[in-house]
Each structure stands twice: as structure tokens, then as C-alpha cells.
């Protein structure tokens, strides 16, 4: 047998397990043990390696959390390997390792091959690693949906491709209309948000504002506010730089500086430094002019007229006005108004976005019953095919009269997609509903599994359905926990032969209660508790020889040393040896 197998798990803190390693090999390794000695801890323990659900009560008591970690062997280039790459996992010479943590607070974390990763990483690879099965799958497969699955990955491409372009379109359907819906049940909180943008738009086109005009007005009314005082510190200013008129005998700076140029100039071509000192003066008065000519003219042009004052006040109230409503300043009432007006024209658009959609929406589901009939029509063929694997597993298992088949129908409904010339109702998997029927014996009327199968043969069925895929889709590991719950007898024998076939081709874990089933192991192992009531390192073991009768002899009569027992255990042995 070539490709993934679960080598090794380690158990810490999990349920009645302290710590113990639970060693694997390839084919067929059954484990055993008293009735609550935490056999189903391996199957729980792999179920948190692959992503399962953490449930903080399944940590020990006193123990702050629970770990399990496995090894897997894995071949290179497998889907396996390049999706644990991908989340940068490192593989020790063709091993991956994963381990799971679960707090008694409930926090969980995942690593693999030595980097943390989302759980969701797990559940990935389970898809491509183990198929687990317990009590609880088989009341899954009681669930329409499920024997649907079953179907479509028993028949492969032939489904598939249908499915996936009938499941394109199908997203593509509900998009439309729930866009639709949304529209049109909003048309009023619509209409309502575009009577608001319209009202404030006309309000802002109005007044009609520019950019930054709100910052130049406040500065104007600033300036004629204190145009008096604002004159006066002018003229003032002016007057001392350059005098006053009135004052002929006044003395002003540029008086003063012309007079230190003159006294320089007069003696600068006896010393350099004193020349360039001369000229910097020459400098100072030349600025002197400019500032006093400037300020000559602010006091000319100032404007102190009380009406314009009042007009700039007014326009500046206009402004305040949009600002309360629609932005901190003017800018940010015209970028308000930009983007009012893009959304207008999208509530604008409503009407015609609906008729659009609705067009769309009726194409859509005119193509969707096209491809609902191909998708029925492509599962009309596999079922007699499945069907037929199925009951002939069945007979392998004891069952030799059963007959299983598949009844595929629709269910009309008014608001469905025309099928056939009548509108049924669909969803995300076709218009098709699949039931797998049962007729345990001769004269007995098909009937859905959920009426017609017992325990043990749900639990047959389903591992016939199991053998069947690993002829199709084969999954490298397969851990069963009491797949042979509800069976005994001849029933059980074939069981133990059937896993022990299916074993041949891919490593399986079975955890029974039943010697028949344990019997035709490759490896036997045996869970058992201390004194304590837990579950050690020495608690799990391989049985070889004596050890593997004895617990046989148990499993038989519940008494290890019984001789009629024992001859029973042995005679076991040797006839799962010889159908080998």
C-alpha cells in the first residue's frame, strides 16, 4: 500500500487519557478494550487533528488544556503536501507533523509541520487524508443531502461538471435578486434619502459658493472692521519713515538714513570696508522708499465703507448657513455636494436599474432550468451503477438478499424554475431530491433508510457505500468507531472480512467491540485504564500472541482465561488468517 499513512498519535489531557502514544500501521489495526476505557478517544483525537470542533469538556479534569499530536507519512507531489506547503508547513524527511490544542477555557490553536495555522488548514487536508466514521456519520447519511453527495461523488466528472456550472449560475441568480429585492423593498427609504440630496443640492446652488471663499471673506470683514485703525497705524507709519507734510522741520528715518549715506560716501574711497558699509545703507534707504510708498498706497485704497462691510457679513451668514449642514468649511460643502450629486444619479437610476434586473433575473432563471435538467439528467445513469456496488457489498456483508436503488424526484413548486415543462423547486445543488432506498429482504417493499434499516444494517450500508468509494475516490485512511454497532454473528465476520479487504488498498482504523471484527486485524490494540482510572503511556498497547487471545477470550465470554473462549479466540485467528 503506497501513500498517506497515520503513523503515530500522542493523547495528553483528553478525556480519560493522561498521556499515551497510540502507535499505527499500514492495513488494518482494530482497536479494543473494556466498555468506557476511552477507546473513542482515538477517534475523537483524530478528529481534532482534522479540524474538528474543540469542546473544552473534553479537557481532563485539573488539566489546563489537552493535546494531541500526530504524524503522518506522506509521498511528495501529493495534494496533501502542497496545500501543508502552501500554509508553509515543513515536512521532516516525507512526515508531516500536526498537533491540536484545546484550552479548558475553550481557546484552541493548530500547528503544522511546525508553523501555527487556522484550523479551517486541518479541515482541508482531512478531506484528503482520512475519512472518519462513528455513530454519528451514519445518522448522516440518513439526511437527503448526504446520500445526494454520496451520489454525485460516486458518479465524478460526469456530475460534477454540470453541477458546477448549474452552481455558477445559481450564486449568479440569488446576487440578482437580492440586489433586486433590496431595491425595490427600499424604494421608499430611497425616494426619501433623494428628496434630502436634491433639497440640499438646490440649497447650496443657491448661494453658490467658491472654493475658499468663506477664509477670504472672514479676512475682509476682519480688515473693514478696523479700517479706521487700520488707516491711522499707516499714515502714522508712513510719517516716520518718510514725514509729514504739515511738519516740514519733522524728522523721519529717511532723513536720517540719507544723511548717514551722504557722510559715508563722502569718505569711502579711503577705506573698502567703510564703502561697503555705505552701500548697505544705500540698501536700507531704497528699502525705506519701497515700504513707505506701500504704506502711501494701503492708505489710499483701504476701503472703509460701511455698506461693503455689511454685504460681506451677509454673504458670510449665507455660508455659516451650509456649513451647519453640510461641512466644516466650503470645501468640504462643495465635495458634499459632488458626492450628493453621484448619488442622486444613482438613486435616479433605480428605475431602470430594476427593469434591467430584472430582465436579468428572468434569463437567469430560464438558464438555470436548462442546466437543472442537464444536472438530472447526468445523475440519472450513476445511480443504477451505485446502487448495484452497493448491494453487492451488501452481500459481502451478510445481507445477501438486500437490494438498495435511489429514487430521484422533484417537488413542485409555483416560484420554482421551469423543469420538464413544470416549475419546481431548486436550490443550491440542483431541483433534485435523492433518496437511497432499502429492501432488506425479498418481498419487502424499497423503503427510505431512515424507515427501513436497523442499526446494524445503517451500519452496514454505510460501510458498503465506504467500500464502494474506495474503488472510485479513495481516501488513504479510514477510522470506523463501532462500525459494527448493532451486529453480531455471521454479520460480524463479514465485517471483519470486508474491512480487512478494504485494508489492502488503504490503511484502516476500527475501533469494536466485537472479537469476529478484531480478529481479521493486521494489529490489535488494546486500550485499558490504571487503577486510577486513567488512561497512560502503558495503557495503550500492541497485542502480540498470548496478549492478543487473551483479550479475544475476553471480548468473547468476558473471561480472559476461559478454555471454551480461548479455543473460540484461536479458531477466530486462525480462520481471518486463512481468508487473508
Known amino acids: 500500500m503506497v501513500g498517506d499513512v497515520l503513523e503515530e498519535m500522542r493523547i495528553r489531557s483528553l478525556g480519560v487519557i493522561d498521556d499515551a502514544v497510540v502507535e499505527l500501521s499500514p492495513g488494518f489495526t482494530a482497536v479494543t478494550g473494556e466498555t468506557g476505557a476511552g477507546k473513542t478517544m482515538v477517534v475523537t483525537s483524530l478528529g481534532l487533528l482534522l479540524g474538528g470542533r474543540a469542546d473544552p469538556a473534553l479537557v481532563r479534569i485539573g488539566a489546563k488544556s489537552a493535546v494531541v499530536e500526530g504524524r503522518i507519512s506522506v509521498p511528495p507531489g501529493g495534494t496533501a503536501v502542497v496545500r501543508a506547503e502552501e500554509a508553509g508547513a515543513e515536512l521532516d524527511e516525507g512526515v508531516l507533523l500536526i498537533s491540536r490544542t484545546v484550552s479548558a477555557e475553550g481557546r484552541s490553536r493548530a500547528h503544522l509541520g511546525g508553523r501555527s495555522v487556522p484550523v479551517g488548514v486541518l479541515a482541508e487536508l482531512a478531506d484528503e487524508l482520512v475519512a472518519v466514521h462513528g455513530q454519528t456519520d451514519q445518522q448522516g447519511l440518513l439526511k437527503l443531502s448526504r446520500q445526494r453527495q454520496a451520489l454525485d461523488r460516486y458518479a465524478g466528472d460526469a456530475v460534477a461538471v454540470p453541477l458546477a456550472k448549474y452552481a455558477g449560475a445559481h450564486r449568479r441568480l440569488r446576487a440578482v435578486s437580492a440586489e433586486l429585492d433590496e431595491i425595490t423593498t427600499r424604494a421608499r427609504e430611497r425616494a426619501q434619502e433623494a428628496d434630502l440630496l436634491r433639497f440640499g443640492l438646490d440649497e447650496i446652488a443657491a448661494v453658490e459658493p467658491r472654493a475658499g471663499e468663506d477664509a477670504e471673506l472672514a479676512a475682509e470683514a476682519e480688515r473693514l472692521g478696523h479700517a479706521e485703525a487700520l488707516a491711522s497705524a499707516a499714515t502714522v507709519a508712513h510719517a516716520a519713515l518718510a514725514g509729514n507734510p504739515e511738519d516740514p522741520e519733522g524728522i523721519d528715518a529717511a532723513t536720517l538714513v540719507a544723511g548717514a549715506h551722504r557722510a559715508l560716501e563722502a569718505v569711502r574711497s579711503h577705506d573698502s570696508a567703510l564703502a561697503t558699509l555705505s552701500g548697505r545703507i544705500g540698501e536700507i534707504a531704497i528699502l525705506l522708499g519701497d515700504v513707505a510708498g506701500e504704506l502711501a498706497g494701503y492708505a489710499d485704497d483701504l476701503d472703509a465703507d460701511p455698506l461693503r462691510l455689511a454685504a460681506v457679513e451677509e454673504r458670510r451668514a449665507a455660508l455659516t448657513q451650509l456649513t451647519r449642514k453640510y461641512g466644516e468649511d466650503i470645501d468640504a460643502v462643495i465635495a458634499w455636494a459632488e458626492r450628493s450629486a453621484e448619488r442622486l444619479t444613482e438613486l435616479d437610476g433605480d428605475d431602470d436599474r430594476i427593469g434591467e434586473l430584472t430582465a436579468e433575473r428572468d434569463a437567469l432563471r430560464g438558464e438555470l432550468g436548462g442546466l437543472a435538467q442537464a444536472l438530472t439528467d447526468a445523475r440519472r445513469g450513476p445511480p443504477e451503477r451505485f446502487a448495484a456496488a452497493v448491494t453487492a457489498e451488501l452481500a459481502s456483508l451478510a445481507m445477501p438478499h438486500a437490494r438498495v436503488s435511489f429514487e430521484i424526484r422533484q417537488t413542485d413548486d409555483p416560484e420554482g424554475v421551469e423543469v420538464g415543462g413544470r416549475p419546481v423547486a431548486y436550490g443550491p445543488a440542483g431541483v433534485d431530491e435523492v433518496e437511497?432506498?432499502?429492501?432488506?429482504?425479498?418481498?419487502?417493499?424499497?423503503?427510505?433508510?431512515?424507515?427501513?434499516?436497523?442499526?446494524?444494517?445503517?451500519?452496514?450500508?454505510?460501510?458498503?457505500?465506504?467500500?464502494?468509494?474506495?474503488?472510485?475516490?479513495p481516501v488513504p485512511t479510514y477510522l470506523f468507531d463501532e462500525v459494527d454497532a448493532g451486529v453480531g454473528g455471521k454479520a460480524a465476520v463479514e465485517i471483519g472480512r470486508r474491512l480487512a479487504k478494504l485494508a489492502k488498498s488503504a490503511q484502516v482504523v476500527v475501533v469494536t467491540h466485537l472479537p469476529q471484527v478484531a480478529a481479521f486485524a493486521d494489529r490489535q490494540l488494546l486500550v485499558e485504564k490504571t487503577n486510577d482510572g486513567s488512561v497512560t503511556r502503558s495503557g495503550v498497547k500492541v497485542l502480540e500472541g498470548e496478549e492478543r487471545i487473551r483479550e479475544l477470550s475476553r471480548m468473547l465470554a468476558g473471561q480472559e482465561d476461559s478454555q471454551t473462549a480461548r479455543a473460540h479466540a484461536e479458531e477466530l485467528l486462525a480462520a481471518a488468517r486463512a481468508d487473508a
Open 436 to 473: 437511497l432506498l432499502l429492501a432488506p429482504h425479498p418481498g419487502a417493499p424499497p423503503r427510505p433508510i431512515a424507515k427501513g434499516a436497523s442499526g446494524g444494517e445503517l451500519s452496514r450500508v454505510m460501510l458498503a457505500v465506504e467500500v464502494v468509494f474506495a474503488g472510485t475516490d
